[in-house]
């Protein structure tokens, strides 16, 4: 079964400063489907960012990159310039295919004016 | 273009009474997926449906929950005799047909059981 970790239960970050959440996987699959997602005190999960597997090149919008390393299976997201709107739950998630998304437990983000 | 409508988004249920969930995905998607969140916690699949199938429920409790996506109207999650560890966020997600994995769902908002 596919597991989905994240070792940061909460983060804090100065306003426009830089900062990385971690996320690992576990899969024996080569073929798959990284997200972030973000959860602010309004309940609802709006997609950050993601990225397939077979690309090699991280994927990037806007503010947020992210650092993919397959073969460690890691899956970290950077947010540059925090804003204070950045403020949220942050989950990392795998989907295979059609299948059911695995979510990590979350990383509450805090950014500090 | 609605995007994935979730109702009620409050409910509030006495132990032993019953609990329905109502999800509408987007218009032409065809996968419902459904997510319990506890509180402080992530989410945990619970089920996934295709139109009048079941296609894993492996993280369905085996007892007293159900769900259902019929041919015609919303997706049904149901909870028969509540109790108070029912008491979390339940959130539908859907997505588009065939090997799509490179989307990521489209969630609803979440509904909001309160067992007392």
């Known amino acids: 079964a596919q597991t989905v970790t994240q070792s940061q239960p909460e983060m804090s970050v100065q306003e426009a400063e830089t900062v990385t959440l971690s996320c690992t996987y576990d899969?024996?699959?080569?073929?798959?489907?990284l997200f972030w997602y973000k959860q602010p005190p309004s309940r609802q999960m709006i997609l950050v960012i993601r990225?397939?597997?077979?690309?090699?090149q991280n994927a990037t919008e806007n503010r947020f990159s992210v650092n993919f390393q397959k073969a460690a299976k890691s899956f970290s997201l950077k947010i540059s310039d925090s804003q204070l709107g950045d403020a949220a739950m942050y989950f990392c998630?795998?989907?295979?295919?059609?299948?059911?998304?695995?979510f990590g437990a979350g990383t509450r983000l805090t950014v500090k004016p | 273009n609605a995007g994935v409508m979730q109702n009620p988004r409050h409910l509030v249920r006495r132990r032993g009474q019953e609990a329905r969930l109502r999800c509408s995905p987007m218009?032409?998607?065809?996968?419902v997926y459904w997510y319990r969140q506890l509180p402080e916690e992530g989410l945990k699949f619970m089920v996934y449906?295709?139109?009048?199938?079941?296609?894993?429920e492996s993280g369905m409790p085996k007892e007293r929950f159900s769900a259902e996506f019929p041919k015609e109207g919303p997706s049904i999650l149901r909870i028969q005799q509540v109790v108070r560890g029912d008491s979390a966020a339940y959130f539908c997600?859907?997505?588009?047909?065939?090997?799509?994995?490179?989307?990521?769902?489209?969630f609803g908002s979440g509904t909001r059981l309160t067992v007392v």
């Open positions: 899969t024996s699959e080569s073929d798959y489907y």
């Open positions: 218009k032409g998607h065809s996968h």
């Open positions: 990225q397939e597997a077979y690309k090699q």
């Open positions: 998630a795998y989907r295979r295919g059609s299948n059911d998304m695995r």
């Open positions: 449906l295709q139109k009048e199938n079941i296609i894993d």
């Open positions: 997600a859907s997505s588009p047909p065939g090997l799509s994995g490179n989307y990521g769902y489209t």
